[in-house]
């Protein structure tokens, strides 16, 4: 069973920055590298938005437009961590963020930021940005 865990939630105000991680554990004779990773937030009012994706080797990513050169998706296959640096935060970049893990297949249809093509999921952090 592939396990995530999301860290590096919290509160910041407008402007701000933080960069999440997700530590993925993997069956053994699995590895990390065999799937393709997501970033995705929520809140209470919204539906589950897409933000981000990485291909298992890093070389292809999408973004969302809300986030397109703001936030940066990035993996080390060394460490089983994926990573989302959030940059030139506002109050509507409040949510609880998730990772999601999809075994790696076809790209193509992953850039369209569904959750429904992401098997695994983590339970989330929660940011929080202020005024």
């Known amino acids: 069973q592939v396990q995530l865990v999301e860290s590096g939630g919290g509160s910041v105000q407008t402007g701000g920055s933080l960069r999440l991680s997700c530590t993925t554990s993997v069956p053994r004779g699995d590895r990390f590298e065999n799937y393709h990773m997501g970033w995705f937030r929520q809140t209470p009012d919204k539906e589950r938005e897409g933000l981000a994706a990485i291909s298992q080797g890093s070389a292809s990513s999408v973004y969302a437009d809300s986030v397109k050169g703001r936030f940066t998706i990035s993996r080390d296959n060394a460490k089983n961590t994926l990573y989302l640096d959030m940059n030139n935060l506002t109050p509507e970049d409040s949510a609880v963020y998730y990772c999601?893990?999809?075994?790696?297949?076809?790209?193509?249809?992953?850039?369209?930021?569904?959750?429904?093509?992401?098997?695994?999921w983590g339970r989330g952090t929660q940011v929080t940005v202020s005024s």
């Open positions: 999601a893990a999809a075994r790696a297949g076809r790209w193509a249809s992953l850039e369209k930021l569904r959750g429904t093509d992401f098997t695994y």
